[in-house]
């Protein structure tokens, strides 16, 4: 018995020394990081640029898939209850980029205010407000995906002791203040144009930008989940059952008071941004009737096309941080061709439908003019522009101007590929986006890559954000939230009369397609709802979709209800397109598409009994927050009694590997 226990303390031990640089790291070592280092402004530059790889990863315009408006071939598992599992070890509670920046904060700072730093002062401060903003964007993420977590301003000791104090999980709420606070910090000390003059550096608009993205979340995060666990202070919340926990008060005295905070804080910051930023200019906003090639020739001089595909960024005023490319260097990526050849993504019927016609109307509106989806021109004609610029249809013209040294890319947009027949060509819903295409074939495509700029944030968002946090705080628009909506209406070729589309939204019909029209499970009013349409017709592939959906807590309804995700009609004339008898179903594995027993649309998941989406799309509760792999209960506690841990678990996650929710 003394044996087993000396050999299990052992083991303990080796797993803690192995794990303690994964749950909250370790110095850099001496030989990378010297302490004579960070001594002037070239070495600041260098850190902090250093850490941008976590901000970095843009580019190719498919980030929305696995959620309502973009889908990829095959399910995500966060829809099928009980198939996402509670890892052993790793997962989103980890601290080495926010260590990189403690770091660099704790011996900058000193000197800095000593004025020990040598180089321009300007760009000295602006340096160090890059690297508060790294540590906010670090710390939103902590936020978006677990909610409650610990907040470390500094390095620590490699001591077992000092790691697990440090391990107290704070409230969300500080959370959220704290990253508000570190980005204050990179709006006062950055310029507001980056020293490189490309933007390709942050900037303190960026920095206001990305604060109205964070106060958002959390105040419609707040708003939407109050009176639930899954925020401090409501009923059975995790935090309550530590001590350290257990006597919170919201630093504005009460919930309501947190979500005016934030939704506050959310308008200032936008409207710096949106009324600084034009948008950039479209200017095709009336049908164009022409053949393919003159069709392609103008998007090409478009500067609102342009400006999701260029290579170079820096001339559109929209553009607040981009990252750059360069075939000749060898920093390529390959954004043009996942584009023009479909990537296993492609739009849902849901995101397509929920396009308005040029004339503001709803596609099912009386006298909207809609031409219907039996084929995908069709759909296309009439509607808001950025559908007809964001959605291929076949024989469009993709590349004007080939390299004479080839290119992997597609020059003319083919029949979707919706059985990946083609290797190369993946289109899985019958909707191929094309956000993000070139015309240019000698910077795009190539073989070897291409040169394609990365938008990271611009304006647009502003506007939007402005909007709704004006609506969520005051339940009414106004009139800059008016003005900054007709500007992006306007830029869309949409008729700018606002409460013409209102008036005229049924949202029982809205909601057969889109999740945005609930919040906690019921209808939200058709104002609010008109909003969160004009964020995804304009944020479309940018990432931002399947965070939205949680903040505005809009997947309760599938608790209860399962969700078939759908492309195009399939099942009309466009079924002619496919060669006979390779539509293939209710023929167990060997199907190749869905029954049209089930939809005259195709179900993309939905094509044999054996997938495990087959019955729809589910949800639980659990799965608006990541959860925490078991590791790190482990190594901070004394005994192994995960119980004792300062860390508690999402709700209806266990504390139990390869498990998934509660009841699953």
């Not at 959620?67 to 509670?86: M, S």
């Not at 790691?163 to 507001?192: G, Q, W």
């Not at 506050?264 to 941004?273: L, R, Y």
Request: with cysteine.
């Amino acid at each position: 018995m003394k044996t087993n226990k000396y050999l299990f303390f052992i083991v303990l031990f080796l797993i803690l020394m192995s794990s303690c640089q994964d749950f909250l790291d370790r110095e850099p070592l001496s030989s990378i990081t010297p302490e004579n280092y960070l001594n002037e402004e070239s070495q600041l530059a260098a850190y902090a640029i250093a850490r941008y790889n976590v901000i970095t990863d843009m580019g190719y315009f498919e980030k929305d898939h696995h959620t309502d408006i973009q889908a990829r071939r095959y399910h995500d598992n966060r829809y099928v209850p009980g198939e996402w599992k509670v890892p052993q070890s790793g997962g989103d509670w980890a601290f080495g980029d926010i260590y990189q920046c403690n770091y660099f904060l704790e011996r900058v700072i000193p000197k800095w205010k000593s004025g020990l730093i040598t180089g321009n002062v300007d760009n000295i401060n602006h340096y160090i407000g890059e690297v508060y903003f790294l540590r906010a964007y670090n710390y939103f993420n902590k936020l978006v995906a677990l909610g409650d977590f610990p907040i470390i301003k500094t390095t620590l000791p490699d001591n077992h002791k000092a790691l697990i104090d440090a391990s107290k999980r704070m409230p969300r709420t500080e959370v959220a203040r704290f990253i508000i606070s570190d980005l204050d910090s990179a709006i006062m000390l950055m310029k507001n144009v980056s020293p490189d003059g490309r933007k390709n550096r942050l900037s303190s608009l960026s920095a206001q930008l990305f604060k109205s993205r964070v106060s958002l979340f959390e105040g419609s995060w707040l708003k939407y989940f109050k009176g639930t666990e899954f925020v401090p202070n409501g009923p059975n919340w995790a935090g309550a059952q530590k001590d350290y926990n257990n006597s919170y008060t919201f630093p504005s005295g009460s919930i309501d008071g947190e979500i005016d905070y934030f939704l506050t804080q959310a308008m200032e910051s936008a409207k710096v941004v949106a009324s600084t930023i034009e948008l950039t200019e479209n200017n095709m906003l009336k049908e164009i009737d022409m053949s393919y090639h003159d069709y392609a020739v103008a998007s090409a001089a478009n500067p609102y096309l342009q400006m999701f595909s260029e290579v170079n960024l820096s001339p559109y005023s929209e553009v607040l941080f981009w990252r750059a490319f360069n075939v000749g260097l060898g920093v390529i990526n390959t954004y043009a061709l996942k584009v023009q050849e479909g990537d296993g993504v492609g739009y849902t019927r849901g995101f397509v439908d929920g396009y308005l016609m040029l004339n503001g109307l709803p596609i099912y509106a009386e006298n909207s003019g809609y031409l219907g989806d039996d084929y995908i021109k069709d759909v296309r004609k009439r509607r808001d522009r950025r559908l007809n610029f964001f959605l291929a249809e076949p024989g469009q013209i993709n590349i004007l101007y080939p390299s004479p040294l080839g290119t992997h890319g597609s020059p003319v947009a083919i029949i979707p590929d919706i059985m990946n027949l083609l290797g190369n060509h993946d289109q899985p819903t019958g909707y191929h986006h094309t956000k993000g295409n070139n015309y240019d074939g000698v910077h795009y495509g190539q073989h070897t890559g291409g040169s394609t700029g990365s938008i990271i944030f611009r304006a647009a968002e502003a506007y939007l954000n402005y909007i709704e946090a004006c609506y969520e705080k005051k339940g009414a628009l106004d009139v800059d939230a008016m003005l900054f909506w007709k500007n992006i209406r306007e830029r869309a070729g949409v008729d700018t009369d606002i409460y013409k589309t209102i008036n005229a939204t049924d949202l029982v019909k809205e909601s057969r397609n889109d999740w945005g029209v609930y919040s906690a499970g019921n209808f939200i009013d058709k104002t609010l709802y008109n909003i969160r349409r004009e964020r995804k017709s304009e944020l479309i592939g940018e990432g931002l979709r399947y965070m939205d959906l949680k903040r505005w807590r809009a997947l309760d309804q599938m608790v209860d209800t399962p969700y078939h995700v759908e492309g195009f009609k399939l099942w009309g004339p466009m079924k002619e397109w496919y060669p006979s008898g390779s539509l293939t179903y209710s023929v167990g594995n060997e199907s190749t598409v869905s029954d049209p027993k089930l939809s005259a649309y195709l179900r993309i998941y939905q094509k044999t009994p054996t997938s495990l989406a087959f019955n729809g799309y589910r949800w639980t509760m659990a799965h608006y927050l990541n959860p925490i792999a078991v590791q790190h209960f482990l190594i901070t506690t004394e005994n192994a009694d995960v119980t004792k841990s300062p860390i508690y678990q999402n709700p209806g996650w266990p504390i139990e590997a390869n498990k998934g929710a509660v009841g699953y």
